[in-house]
DNA sequence: GTTCTAACA
DNA sequence: TGTTAGGA
């Protein structure tokens, strides 16, 4: 499996991604809606992030943290195309992988995340994401 | 217990 | 953005 598609697989439910990101449940949908990302759903209607949804989600915070508006964002970070490599995918194999994953996994998984480098991104998120594998 | 949408003392 | 109501 490509690391293109290992990033876009939906494995994060709401939860994680709070913690992940230190954002809000609140801020997460309200980006959302926005466009400024696009989970992924399960049958159920929950949203399941992919890595690089957590990616986007920590450009967004920082460019928020700089004072730029929604619509500022928006002119940065492109919209996503469907159809894409960077389109959220879940499929029979992404319901496993997320259904086994534990928290160590999670770090494990993280920590390998962080040296398949991507340009633009990988600064970002191996600053904020720290905070987990170097404690 | 977790997440979802809608709405505002 | 916070927070709560009412469901799934």
């Not at 492109?78 to 319901?95: C, G, M, R, Y």
Request: hydrophobic share 35%.
């Amino acid at each position: 499996m490509s690391d293109e598609i290992r990033r876009n697989m939906a494995l994060f439910p709401i939860g994680i991604v709070m913690k992940l990101t230190d954002l809000t449940a609140r801020q997460i949908r309200y980006y959302e809606q926005h466009e400024l990302i696009v989970p992924a759903r399960t049958a159920g209607n929950q949203r399941l992030f992919s890595l690089n949804d957590v990616e986007r989600l920590l450009e967004i915070k920082s460019l928020i943290e700089k004072g730029v508006n929604i619509a500022g964002i928006k002119q940065v970070l492109l919209p996503i195309e469907k159809n894409s490599d960077d389109a959220t995918v879940i499929n029979e194999q992404t319901e496993v992988a997320r259904k086994e994953l534990t928290d160590s996994d999670l770090h494990k998984y993280l920590k390998r995340q962080l040296r398949t480098k991507r340009p633009g991104q990988v600064s970002l998120i191996q600053g904020e994401l720290s905070r987990f594998y170097n404690k």
